[in-house]
Structure formats: C-alpha cells, structure tokens
C-alpha cells in the first residue's frame, strides 16, 4: 500500500474508526529526510460536513496545547484534496490492550513493574493535561473521557503515551454534541 498523499507515503493501514482512518505513514522532506508518523485522514463519508469537521479539528486543537513526555505529540495538521490530516508521533510498540493480549496468550499476566510504570505515566500525562499550565498562565483543563487500554501506547523503547484526544474536552469551552468514550471504561458519573 505505498500510496502518495501530499508529503507523506502511507505504508500501511492501521485502523478506522467513526470519524478518520489511520495510517502507518513516511513524512518526505529535503534532502532525503524522512520520518515515520502515524496520519489521521478525515473519513471520504464525512469531508464537507462541518460538525465532523469541527470534531477533527478539536481534537488536533487539543492534541498540540499538550507537550509532555507521556502524551502523544501532533506534528502536522493540514487539508489536502478535502481532506483534514493530522501527523502524529509514531511510537514503535504496542498499544495497552495488545500487551494484555500478548500476556493473556502467554497466559502469563503483565509483570507488575510494567503494569504500575504504565498507570504511573498514564496518571502523570492526565494529570497534566488537567492541570499543566499554558504561556499564558491558565490551565489547560483537558479532560481525556476515553483512557483505555487501547489508548497507550508502549515504545519497545520503553516510552508510555497517552494518545487518542478525539472526545476530550476542555473545561470553560462547550463540548460538542456527539462525543463518547468507551462505555468499559467510563467513570461512574
């Protein structure tokens, strides 16, 4: 699958969800510089409709206040043939949810030193998109609605990101219509 979309060359489809498809992606640059990204593409079904739109941009909005070392990072926002793109850090790894897979498989659990490092880093990059404070001074009061297993990352490297903003909300502005999380997952209130 080594089709062309502006700058990038995407590699491999790595799943689609309501809103966008994601990509495992090349960004081409100068010189022969390239970096591996993961790339959110807008849905064909819903280019034109402004409260997906709207949605897509939000989350890219919310995505780039944050600069933390558990929380993923946006690199690229733009629109190219009607379609909204956003390129984000790629962390070689395994998400949350396929190390319990893997460990289930193993019918092993995950060792504790892994589990607790991934709830420490999860808890800190919350805590900060809570709490961390703006150039501005003000807090950026980001509240996550869908932690989940499927939503971390693990870098073989070690790295723990927090990723996937795309019904967060920002305490002080209006949350749009439509946003959900994974019920499972939910807080009770």
Known sequence: ?????GR????????????????????LSFGGFARFVVLKRLLPEHRGRKAYERLFLGE????ALLDHPNVISLHDLGKLDDAY???MEYIHGLSGAELMAAAARART??????ALR?????ADALQYCAEGIDLDGQTFGVIHHD?????IQVGFDGAVKLLDFGVATQVGRP???GRRGKFAYMSPE
């Open 1 to 5: 699958m080594k089709a062309q979309f």
């Open 8 to 27: 990038y060359v995407f590699l491999k489809k790595l799943a689609v969800g309501g809103m966008a498809e994601i990509f495992l992606a090349r960004r």
């Open 60 to 63: 890219a909005r919310i995505t």
């Open 85 to 87: 793109f956003m390129a």
């Open 109 to 114: 659990p995950v060792p504790v030193g892994v």
């Open 118 to 122: 991934l709830a420490m880093c999860t």
């Open 147 to 151: 932690v989940s297993p499927h939503n």
């Open 175 to 177: 949350a749009p219509a």
